[in-house]
């Protein structure tokens, strides 16, 4: 880089107050110490850990607290985890209870063909349903109640709904029908007397129009506690079960589909007590979780100081480059001086810190806020994980894959642009023509999952063999759809998006072996031939003056 003769020059309006203080002071002799400064200060800013330690003896202390951490996060997660899943499994081992308990013959993986057929099996599993109901603290194996407002008991509503007015003749191909939906609800008490008998038609006032009739819906509301728990030395925790029971009639197709919805609720127990040293394992655990969120706010305040340096040597390097070189610096040089890596650890310590203090707040019963703790926490370890990757770039032999991705992801990013525009397509096309007569093809989301699989090679035979071949026109447009899909995108779109990468992969190889083209700002840095340990940067160590400081204040540092 060729020397450009020095000018010192007065300073305009323009100018900032750093770089007007800059052209003020400076002279010839002390602008090539600034010079070799800066140089300095670039080169020991984009040094590794091993490196900073060797030139400044500065110890690592974001690497170990990144690997504290990992330790920790990770921990912290297996024990929410193991915890979260009795509570999962608690609440599907509910819901399947509930569909055995109030569905008449329900057996398990029935749920998509569940439905009856007549009249009569309509009000048999109605009135099932509802005896079972009130029947349930005597038949119930777990620890089922009713729940309670005040001193009573919550009731079950049975509510059908139907259209206001409807005279339907198909024999006749005449109807007449107000489609204005009524809901009519007839509620039942848990401690209804019955004397010793079932519920029926002939002791309830409940019948059905089924040529108007578009839905029934059985609800009410069950509580149950979560036990299990206590033999894991956790507190246990209270459940709140919203149950409805649809018959879904809306098709009028002669066909009641029947489903069971459990909307599940914790809540903390108002008044419990458990004996024994369950409450100084929850302490511990509430130890631990505070100990991870200072350790992540350590992290969080290290890596933010990090990112700052970088912006101010950034700004720095500009306005030198400016003045003394009289050009830009570039956009991707400049964003050299931002870490991307330090913000992904910085987004991770902020997830990790909201995580950890839910998972206290569950663990003292004050939140049950069970999925968004999962997010938190899962997300968190995932990026500190993925943090660690920066410091494996650091050797040549690690940092091939994180080169590659960084290189191709421009290339990426705009080939799955053009690629989407063509699955879109196919999805749109799919759903509008094949919906009506393949399975997997009824909804947007159906077509996106099934397409998706079939680039990946999954149950190519049975998405052709489940084609319904009721009109031959579509059938054949689907052959033709199908096959042209997975010709375009297995043999086509995949092939190019993989030559993508190895394309972008033997690049990097390739530049590894003879030199990746030099940027203006790694030129730069070149010329400074200063090892880590020659004890020149132990020199500036103390200095925390700016490039553009007075020069009588730059002079008693060189």
Not at 200 to 222: P, S, Y
Not at 255 to 284: M, P
Request: aromatic share 14%.
């Amino acid at each position: 880089m060729e020397t450009p003769e020095v000018a010192v020059s007065s300073c305009s309006a323009h100018d900032d107050e750093d770089l007007c203080g800059y052209k003020r002071h400076l002279s010839v002799s002390q602008e090539g110490l600034l010079e070799d400064q800066l140089r300095r200060k670039l080169k020991f800013f984009f040094m590794n850990p091993c490196e900073k330690f060797w030139a400044r003896g500065r110890k690592p202390w974001k690497l170990g607290i990144q690997l504290l951490k990992i330790a920790m996060v990770t921990i912290q997660l297996v024990v929410f985890g193991l915890s979260n899943q009795m509570v999962v499994a608690f609440k599907e081992e509910n819901t399947v209870a509930f569909k055995h308990l109030f569905l008449k013959g329900y057996m398990d993986r029935m749920d998509d063909t569940y439905a009856v057929y007549t009249q009569r099996d309509v009000y048999d599993q109605i009135f099932f349903a509802i005896n079972q109901y009130l029947q349930l603290p005597n038949i119930s194996v777990g620890n089922h109640a009713y729940e309670k407002r005040g001193a009573e008991e919550t009731a079950l509503a049975v509510c059908q709904q139907f259209y206001k007015r409807g005279t339907i003749c198909p024999g006749n191909d005449t109807f007449d029908i107000d489609p204005e939906i009524v809901t009519d609800c007839l509620y039942i008490e848990p401690m209804t007397p019955l004397d010793n008998t079932t519920v029926g038609k002939h002791n309830l006032n409940f019948t059905l129009d089924f040529h108007r009739l578009v839905t029934v819906q059985l609800m009410f509301n069950l509580k149950a506690i979560n036990l299990q728990t206590v033999r894991h030395h956790e507190l246990p925790d209270c459940y709140d079960f919203t149950l409805t029971i649809v018959f879904d009639n809306k098709a009028h197709s002669g066909r009641i589909k029947i489903s069971l919805d459990n909307d599940i609720a914790i809540r903390e127990c108002k008044d419990w007590h458990v004996s024994g040293s369950i409450q100084k394992n929850t302490h511990y655990m509430m130890i631990f979780d505070a100990f991870v969120i200072l350790t992540c706010l350590a992290s969080l305040i290290l890596c933010t100081r990090s990112v700052v340096k970088g912006i101010r040597l950034q700004r720095e390097f500009v306005s030198f480059f400016l003045y003394y070189y009289k050009k830009e610096v570039s956009f991707s040089d400049q964003m050299e001086f931002v870490n991307g890596w330090y913000i992904l650890i910085m987004v991770s310590d902020v997830l990790t810190i909201v995580g950890s203090t839910l998972k206290m707040e569950i663990q003292a019963k004050s939140l049950t806020s069970y999925d968004v703790c999962s997010i938190l926490l899962g997300t968190s370890t995932m990026l500190v994980w993925l943090g660690v990757i920066r410091y494996l770039g650091f050797f040549q032999k690690y940092n091939l894959l994180i080169l590659t991705l960084r290189a191709a992801l421009p290339n990426v990013m705009r080939f799955c642009c053009c690629a989407a525009m063509i699955y879109l397509g196919y999805c749109f096309c799919g759903w509008i023509v094949l919906g009506p007569y393949h399975v997997k093809f009824r909804s947007l989301n159906m077509v996106s999952e099934c397409l998706f699989s079939l680039i990946n090679g999954d149950d190519m035979f049975a998405t052709f063999a489940k084609m319904q071949q009721k009109s031959y026109l579509v059938w054949l447009f689907s052959r033709i759809y199908l096959y042209s899909f997975i010709s375009l995108f297995i043999y086509m779109v995949l092939s190019l998006f993989i030559a993508l990468i190895t394309d972008t992969y033997e690049t990097v190889k390739h530049y590894q072996q003879d030199g990746f083209p030099e940027t203006e700002l790694q030129r730069f840095i070149s010329q400074c031939k200063d090892l880590p340990n020659s004890g020149r940067y132990r020199l500036e160590e103390e200095s925390s003056a700016s490039l553009f400081c007075c020069c009588n204040g730059c002079s008693e540092h060189m």
